[in-house]
Each structure stands twice: as structure tokens, then as C-alpha cells.
């Protein structure tokens, strides 16, 4: 089984790349292939909104490194995509991969016709915030749940870490196992190919 991470933070070093690392560490103990991708070291432009990569076959006409992500997405079997929540919501760096899935996985809003390049990607969806209040911006968390699986991806859990004014989530001894579980459990779920 292969999982990527993907960082969708500016900060390599932040609560989002541990608490993502620490999902794959615990999907990589049960015997997954894991890999990490970090934001701050791809060259990842925004979206230009031509339209060109819905015309004919040529994917998107912006040439940078979401060709390689695009490439790693294909080969997963599941993805951790974690961000911090700034402003109520999702990074920019997030932002800007999520409208750059348009080029391939745009929603056709019909539950009859799935590809299975995306259909069958399993998504865990992780976010932390500096206040503790877990339920302060769910709203937004429940649509970015949803915009995933309008782009068809089977969102399996979305972990909230919450707190993280008090310190980095590292410090935290009880989110250790929580978020390996989730890790190792991705890999005990598994589809059968």
C-alpha cells in the first residue's frame, strides 16, 4: 500500500508536516509505503483560470511541480493532506493545490459516472488551529470535507488538532497514538484491489 502526505503549509518544520508525518508513521509501522510531500520545497503556481486543461488532452498548461504531485497522487492508494487553518480557514498553499486538482478531478456533481482515478483514493483530511474550540470553524471543515468528495475522493477521517497557542503539537503526549492509530488504521481498512 502506498499513502502520501501532503504539507500544505508554509512551515517544514510546523504542527501540520508533524502531525501528517506522525499519520505516516503509524500507517508506515504496518507495513505502507509512505512519502511527504512539503509545500515549502515545490514550486507550485496558482491557478490561471484559462480553461486550457479542459481542452483536449493536454492537462493544464502551467508547467511546475504539480506534475510530480499529480504523478504521486496517481500511484497512492490513500492521502493525508494536511493544513493549518489561518483566517477561519485552509493555508493559501492549500488553497492553490485544491484549485489546481481542477485540471483532473473538476466535479461533475452526478453520483452515476466516477473515474477510478479518483474514486477509489481514500482522503484523510487534517487541520490544526491555535484555538481550542473544536467546533469554532466546522463549518468550514465540513465543507472542505465536502468539497473533497465532490471531487470524489472517499474521505475516511478528519482529525482536528486544537490548542496549538499552548505549544507544538509534538509537546503533546496524547496526540502520539491518537493520530498513529489513524495511520494504522488507513492501512488495516484497505480495499481489496
Excluded at 502520501?4 to 501528517?20: C, D, L, Y
Excluded at 492521502?79 to 481542477?102: C, E, N
Aim: glycine share 8%.
Amino acid at each position: 500500500m502506498n499513502i502520501i502526505g501532503i504539507i500544505a503549509s508554509p512551515r517544514k518544520t510546523g504542527n501540520t508536516a508533524w502531525i501528517v508525518n506522525k499519520i505516516l508513521e503509524g500507517a508506515k509501522e504496518q507495513g505502507a509505503e509512505t512519502q511527504a510531500w512539503y509545500f515549502s520545497d515545490l514550486d507550485i503556481k496558482p491557478c490561471r483560470g484559462c480553461w486550457g486543461c479542459h481542452q483536449g488532452d493536454q492537462g493544464c498548461v502551467i508547467k511546475d511541480d504539480m506534475q510530480k504531485l499529480n504523478d504521486a497522487i496517481d500511484q497512492a492508494n490513500a492521502i493525508v493532506f494536511g493544513s493549518p487553518i489561518y483566517m477561519m480557514q485552509m493555508s493559501a498553499q492549500a488553497k492553490i493545490f485544491i484549485d489546481r486538482l481542477f485540471a483532473r478531478y473538476s466535479p461533475r456533481y452526478s453520483p452515476y459516472f466516477k473515474e477510478e482515478s479518483a474514486a477509489q483514493k481514500r482522503l484523510i483530511l487534517t487541520f490544526n488551529q491555535g484555538n481550542p474550540d473544536s467546533g469554532l470553524f466546522q463549518s468550514y471543515i465540513d465543507y472542505t470535507r465536502h468539497m473533497f468528495e465532490l471531487l470524489e475522493f472517499a474521505v475516511t477521517e478528519v482529525p482536528v488538532v486544537t490548542g496549538m497557542r499552548n505549544g507544538p503539537a509534538q509537546e503533546r503526549k496524547d496526540l502520539h497514538t491518537v493520530l498513529k492509530d489513524i495511520g494504522s488504521s488507513l492501512v488495516a481498512e484497505r480495499s481489496p484491489e
